[in-house]
């Protein structure tokens, strides 16, 4: 099934929802009494992240390719013409916004795949804070 395909079904079958959330389940806190962690779900990112790698930047670039194929032959056939020279800068813009959407794309499915590191070393970071630490022999305080 192709992307169009996989998003009209996606978009038809989920619920009205809010703002969308990479992470699943409900922010924790107070408000949210019963939640387990903090909501953070590698798998889910993990998987994120092979949508954009197989599915997104291929489908783009493919549109991308598609189009240019589509108009080259128009530009050289209105060559000279006003017309050709316009069509060839829409050709120009549209060839920069899509390298711009892959870079964003490349860029989110990275931000994504580091994700899951980033916790990680924050965790570490957060357990060594709590390393126990021994009292220095030498204190004024000892023996009070």
Do not use: C, Y
């Not at 316009?86 to 870079?103: A, N």
């Not at 990680?120 to 000892?142: A, E």
């Amino acid at each position: 099934m192709g992307f169009e395909q996989d998003w009209r079904q996606a978009s038809a079958t989920a619920p009205e929802q809010g703002p969308m959330r990479l992470n699943s389940g409900p922010p924790p806190g107070p408000l949210f009494p019963g939640t387990r962690d903090f909501g953070s779900a590698p798998a889910e990112k993990k998987a994120a992240a092979n949508t954009i790698e197989n599915d997104l930047e291929p489908s783009t670039k493919k549109a991308g390719d598609h189009a240019d194929e589509a108009s080259n032959g128009t530009v050289k056939a209105l060559d000279g013409w006003s017309t050709g020279a316009g069509l060839k800068k829409v050709q120009e813009t549209w060839d920069r916004q899509v390298t711009g959407l892959m870079g964003r794309l490349a860029s989110e499915k990275t931000a994504l795949r580091g994700t899951s590191n980033m916790f990680l070393r924050n965790d570490i970071t957060t357990g060594d804070g709590f390393s126990i630490v021994k009292p220095s022999p030498d204190s004024k305080l000892n023996g009070i």
